[in-house]
């Protein structure tokens, strides 16, 4: 069982930057992907970016490319989300993820942290 512990959330103004982390409970993450999802009031969760674990290859939902990072600290456990020139629209409860390679769905999921941008 990986257990997923999101942090670095809050509120920040239009422009701004914020840095969400997700520690992983277990290192056989090693052989998983991570990703980072995000669910807005009344909206579906919809998907942010992923990174494999060992290799460290990325993608990003469209609206995303440019503005947001992600990446991994192996030896830490954590991966990152890095958020650049937040728009209001950013807004949501973000989540972090965790699924083998092998699997189709997410099997794993943090609890969520809010970011609120204020225009």
């Known amino acids: 069982q990986v257990q997923l512990v999101e942090s670095g959330g809050g509120l920040v103004q239009a422009g701004g930057s914020l840095r969400l982390s997700c520690a992983a409970s277990?290192?056989?993450?090693?052989?998983?992907?991570m990703g980072w999802f995000r669910q807005a009031p009344g909206k579906e969760r919809e998907f942010v970016a992923s990174?494999?674990?060992?290799?460290?290859?990325?993608n990003y939902a469209d609206a995303m490319k440019g503005r947001f990072t992600i990446s991994r600290d192996t030896a830490k456990s954590t991966v990152y989300l890095q958020m650049n020139s937040l728009k209001p629209e950013d807004t949501s409860v973000y989540y972090c993820?965790?699924?083998?390679?092998?699997?189709?769905?997410?099997?794993?999921w943090g609890q969520g942290t809010q970011v609120t941008v204020s225009s």
């Open positions: 990174i494999t674990w060992n290799f460290g290859s990325t």
């Open positions: 993820a965790a699924r083998p390679y092998y699997a189709s769905g997410w099997n794993y």
């Open positions: 277990e290192r056989t993450v090693s052989t998983y992907v």
